[in-house]
């Protein structure tokens, strides 16, 4: 007896070593073996295997140890020696706007004004007369001029359709003559609340309209594509990104505005067997009456369409002066950005979410409209004592010491989208001067201070690649390697740490690290193979890895694999 015991134990021990977690006398549906698997577990162990069945990981371990439970119709992927991670996640971004805008005028890296108004010309001729021409991401920041564009030099390439313009950051429009007369935009028309229409020195509207000002030409456009486009086209438009988000090794989007068209897309595209990756939406402050009145609380849904919370907006955009800050810009003493709205009209909306069981994030860049957002997240956790509202701060991008440290005290979630240090880099300080700029984008700081950060690309602000999320984060440089060194070096995070903020803080920011975010036995198996091991390469190099299988839930959604 004893012998016997002493054998068990010793091979109980064994086990243990080798680090097999399994559960007994299965096959599995899926074995992927000869692979470098990171398993963003609680101690970043790696693997060479993973065994799948019903969707779910059931074994990590050795190939001996997978190889065992492989039966006659297992599938089994060679990974022939690439690295395995967790499936990427993004969150934040507007997949409407990255299928609508996939379709219309690409402005992101125009140069100037001429070539702007040559890719619209080119639209023109292809688009039959009448129609609706949508352009994206010109930025007056990165064209020669420095200016914004007008309306009449729009109407040179196209006096006969209607044009929308949006720009890169999305918080600033330009039409051109035909959309405002069809909207009936004139120089009498007052500022609508909150918004701006750009007027000339004669008082003639430019074309621009910044802000709440999008509402003249299609409210709700940036959260539902009302106003200018069908259903169907919508619906079109989000399967177009959640198929691109699959390509990516994207497993989970956050959509972080969303409305009722999306809502019941992704439900539409889910039951016909059409929606690849999973996705977490967040409902306009709008629709938060609606829910509380309908009991309906953050995690409802599917485990492929769910429902994380309601999102709001509170300040606007750095590039366009009108994030809020606690002190005036630098490059415009007079302004100290926007606030969108009152103090009173955020702490509604977030105790009402609160208290009904409604998770929020909350859109704050400067560390004015921060502050104000804080203040509130306390005041609402001191009345109501909820024990978990896992609060989020989308952007957050300038912070500072006193800030951080209440983040830590509440355990808010920063939402934050490290792609913008490549462009942030070349405005921020003009914008904010020396001493606010070390806390732009302050990533090593909440690193250190325990705060909770998970990374979105704000796509389409910037592409959806989340291997860029990680190369920015770890080096602080654009896709070009500038600047050398990285912009405010001090402030970038081990690789390993930008990793899992596309990986198991995505899943912590939705409450489902539980199920996602790690290669663990029980989990959901939603994993990537790449082409190299991004902590083994140099950090400059990372951005040049690639996808090369993206699996959802057991399902291969997409493959390059040879
Ligand atoms: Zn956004």
Redesign the pocket.
């Known amino acids: 007896m004893k012998d016997k015991e002493g054998v068990k134990k010793k091979s109980a021990r064994k086990v243990e070593k080798s680090g097999v977690k399994r559960e007994k006398g299965i096959f599995l549906d899926t074995a992927i073996i000869n692979a470098n698997v990171i398993t963003v577990d609680e101690n970043m162990s790696r693997a060479e295997a993973v065994g799948i069945l019903n969707g779910r990981i059931v074994a990590v371990g050795s190939n001996e140890e997978i190889e065992s439970m492989v039966g006659s119709n297992t599938k089994v992927i060679d990974a022939k020696g690439k690295t395995v991670v967790p499936g990427f996640h993004d969150s934040?971004?507007?997949p409407l706007l990255v299928g609508h805008f996939a379709r219309g005028v690409q402005l992101t890296d125009v140069k100037d004004i001429p070539e702007m108004l040559e890719r619209i010309k080119e639209k023109v001729k292809e688009t039959p007369k009448g129609e609706m021409i949508l352009g994206f991401g010109w930025n007056q920041e990165r064209m020669a001029e420095k200016r914004y564009p007008t309306r009449w030099e729009v109407d040179t390439v196209a006096p006969d359709h209607p044009v929308f313009l949006i720009h890169w950051n999305?918080h600033i429009y330009l039409i051109n003559t035909v959309l405002m007369k069809q909207k009936g935009i004139t120089r009498d028309t007052p500022d609508p609340p909150g918004g701006t229409i750009v007027k000339n020195e004669k008082g003639e509207p430019t074309g621009v309209l910044l802000e709440n000002a999008i509402d003249l030409i299609a409210p709700g456009f940036l959260e539902t594509g009302a106003g200018l486009f069908s259903y169907e086209q919508s619906k079109a438009a989000l399967k177009y990104c959640a198929d691109k988000a699959a390509e990516w090794g994207l497993t989970s989007i956050v959509d972080?505005?969303a409305g009722d068209a999306q809502v019941k897309a992704y439900q539409e595209l889910e039951a016909e067997g059409n929606l690849p990756v999973r996705v977490n939406f967040y409902l306009g402050f709008q629709y938060l009456d609606y829910l509380i009145k309908l009991g309906i609380k953050s995690g409802f849904g599917s485990s492929k369409v769910r429902l994380a919370g309601a999102k709001m907006i509170v300040d606007g955009s750095l590039s366009s002066h009108t994030a809020a800050l606690r002190e005036p810009y630098t490059d415009m003493p007079d302004s100290k950005g926007v606030m969108r709205l009152t103090p009173e009209e955020i702490r509604a909306f977030v105790e009402n979410a609160t208290k009904n069981g409604i998770r929020v994030d909350i859109?704050a860049l400067g560390d004015g409209a921060i502050e104000t957002v804080l203040k509130i997240f306390r005041e609402t956790m001191n009345k109501y004592k909820v024990k978990d509202p896992r609060f989020k701060i989308?952007h957050c991008i300038i912070h500072g010491p006193d800030l951080i440290e209440q983040f830590r005290e509440m355990n808010v979630i920063a939402n934050v989208q490290p792609v913008f240090v490549m462009k942030g880099q070349h405005w921020i300080p003009r914008l904010v001067g020396p001493q606010r700029e070390k806390y732009a984008h302050p990533y090593r700081s909440m690193m250190e201070a325990g705060i909770h950060m998970c990374s979105g690309t704000?796509a389409p602000?910037e592409t959806m690649n989340p291997i860029m999320n990680i190369y920015a984060a770890a080096v602080r440089k654009d896709a070009q390697g500038i600047p050398e060194g990285g912009w405010h070096p001090e402030q970038c995070v081990p690789v390993e740490h930008a990793l899992k903020m596309v990986t198991i803080e995505g899943a912590y920011a939705t409450g489902e690290e539980h199920v996602k975010g790690s290669i663990e036995v029980g989990k959901y198996a939603d994993l990537v193979i790449l082409t190299d091991d991004p902590l083994a390469v140099e950090p400059d190099k990372i951005k040049d890895i690639r996808v090369l299988l993206t699996m959802v839930g057991g399902e291969v959604v997409h493959s390059k694999m040879e």
């Open positions: 934040h971004m507007h999305a972080i505005l859109h989308s704000d602000i």
